[in-house]
């Protein structure tokens, strides 16, 4: 199976910040790597497919790159909606695997 | 509108069983592979289950092999999980999602039901 880690596994930022979450898989997945958000007691949602596709009506301020082994999401000035986990997932093999999650929080 | 409706979660006891259902409307139901996927209470995402547009090809995560037996109909434009043996640890919230390959043949999890909660508990 492949692993799927990502970091860090929390995050404070303030809003208008940078932020960068990372995510690596344990052997090459090309491309095959989807981002999601998700909020407390909500699904989650698809933001970016592909590594890099902004799925349409996200927001422009985030984005996805990396190919291979190594991923980054990237929202370029946060928004108070920001504030929520993220996940990344393989979609190269079964099982389609998520990474553990990344808690962004209000600093 | 795309819409995925889960139903059928629940108390069980261990080793009882419990089918859940997603309601597909708003999309071409037969054209679309679908999985299911769940959360345990305050932990990540964890994909459970595949099963591809016509029902051949399926998939199962180690975890629920043996136990869970994904199905859908595609004339009741509806996805199915029958779920048998369940264990403490299967308690989660259980949600079924579309499975698309529009953008380069890359599959992704493009819409989510609101999920189904399934407790195993005595």
């Known amino acids: 199976d492949i692993q799927m880690t990502q970091s860090p596994s929390s995050l404070s930022a303030s809003v208008g910040d940078r932020v960068t979450i990372t995510c690596r898989a344990s052997q090459s997945i090309s491309s095959y790597l989807n981002w999601y958000q998700q909020k407390p007691g909500k699904a989650p949602k698809l933001l970016i497919c592909?590594?890099?596709s902004l799925q349409s009506g996200v927001p422009s301020r985030f984005s996805g790159s990396g190919s291979g082994t190594d991923f980054t999401l990237t929202i370029s000035s946060l928004q108070p909606e920001d504030f929520a986990t993220y996940y990344c997932q393989q979609s190269h093999s079964i099982p389609r695997t998520f990474g553990q999650g990344t808690k962004l929080e209000i600093k | 509108e795309v819409q995925l409706v889960e139903s059928g979660g629940g108390l069980v006891q261990p080793g009882g069983s419990l089918r859940l259902s997603c309601a597909a409307s708003?999309?071409?139901?037969?054209?679309?592979?679908m999985n299911w996927v769940r959360q345990a209470p305050g932990k990540g995402l964890e994909w459970v289950s595949y099963i591809n547009s016509d029902g051949s090809t399926i998939y199962y995560a180690d975890s629920v092999k043996g136990r869970f037996t994904i199905s859908r109909d595609n004339a009741k434009n509806s996805l199915y999980l029958q779920m048998n043996s369940l264990r403490a640890e299967d308690t989660a919230v259980y949600y079924c999602a579309r499975d698309d390959r529009t953008t380069m043949a890359i599959p992704n999890f493009d819409y989510w039901g609101q999920g189904t909660l399934v407790t195993v508990s005595s």
């Open positions: 592909a590594a890099s």
């Open positions: 708003g999309f071409t139901f037969s054209g679309y592979e």
